[in-house]
């Protein structure tokens, strides 16, 4: 009964659903698939999840575009979103659409660990948009579409 109330909840509506982050948490994409915690974290690790996961330290992020084209929505908010970043991102605008916290990604960074190459340019950290756009797998927009 709990998940038919979740269904009918504001947060799984279109509008709501195209404002999503390039990448979720696993934990969120479990609910909006309906999955249950331990099934979506076994199914991750297994590599059966039913989209696109990204390893990112100990953790996984669910690629939202291959979701929402799993859930037959369309992503073009999120390539949208793309279009204006430049093609060397900083690293803490890489870590938001990773969503990642400020710390997790420097740590990744510095370790090596980051789930895309990471550029250092003196004290700064870059990630090319072109490799943070096949790990996400965004798309770019079709040439001629207006870009709201």
Known sequence: MREVKALGDARYSR???SGLPPALLLADANRLLVLSRTKGYRMAREGTYPCATIQVGDGHRVVTAEL???LGLDDTGIRRAFVALPPAIPLPVANTLLSLSRTTGYRLARAGQYPCAV????KEYRVRKS????LL???DLPSGKAVA
């Open 15 to 17: 509008a709501a659903l």
């Open 68 to 70: 929402l084209r799993l």
């Open 119 to 122: 550029l250092r340019l003196g």
């Open 131 to 134: 490799e943070l756009q096949r």
């Open 137 to 139: 797998w965004v798309a």
